[in-house]
């Protein structure tokens, strides 16, 4: 599927067994799931899908069955940034051959890129392997510690990075965001990264957005974008006060122990979170789900954990 990524894009998960291994086949329940809720636009392997976690083979076969199981029906944008360079030529290969739709990475976090032109040396060739795919950087500073402008990245890589769509900008800097946003008259895509503040997005002039919560709360964003493309932003707003109040508590448990355990209690089993991450406990669970449970944000009725 061809066209800029726009709307609603889930982050998705990685699947694990009980063991901790890859289980690949458990893509097909959460394919199931987002296309249930209407989605049409997936990013695979960031951030939600536990990256830093994943081998690169790993990383490769979970990407095979993205591609596999969306059938033409999503477009599938794959995370290939990783620390080593070369890694991440790898994966950015690997996804151009398989028919990802586009292609992002994040800086490398250990050793860091210190300015723009170290952020663009490091990009350049990632994006070059996947060419023509559409390139984003992915802009997440509260997890990498790289804290350079986006606004001047794009300036800058313009020229130097010739399939540069533009960002994942998971950034709470809004100041920036609108210069992201007004840059080269728009020319660039900026994917708002930051779920419980979408209606500040739309607002900025965002046409996608990436998150996690898409995933499992889909239908409080859609009334969101139908409340704000009709001008009502009091609905908007009392709409994004669910999605804090989700947010809050998924946070309160640990947000992506917490997160996958909702995607059980929706009928999509994403198994556990690895290591150094916890997992909840059968209590824990329960108390989650009580909470939860009288939200109106879901797309099906929870399922109360055994």
Known sequence: MSGPLTGLIPATYTPFLADGRLNVEGVDAQAELLRES????V???????ECASLSVAERKALAERWIQVAKGTMRVAVHVGANCQGDAIELASHARQIGAAAVAALAPNYFKPATVEDLIVFCAPIAAEADPLPFYFYDIPGMTGVRLSMSAFLRAAKHRIPTLAGL?????????????VRFDDGGFDVLFGSDECLVAGLCLGVK????SSYNFAAPVYQRIQA????????TARAEQAKSVLLIKTLAEF??????KALMAMLGVDCGPIRPPLRNLSKEERGTLWERLAPLDVFPRKLCRPE
């Open 38 to 41: 209407g989605i049409d636009s």
């Open 43 to 49: 990013f695979i392997g960031g951030t939600t899908g």
């Open 168 to 180: 994942k900008f998971s950034n709470t800097d809004l100041v920036e965001l609108q210069e992201c």
């Open 208 to 211: 996608g957005a990436v998150g």
């Open 227 to 234: 409340a704000f493309d009709r001008g009502d932003l009091a």
């Open 254 to 259: 640990g947000y992506l122990a917490a997160s």
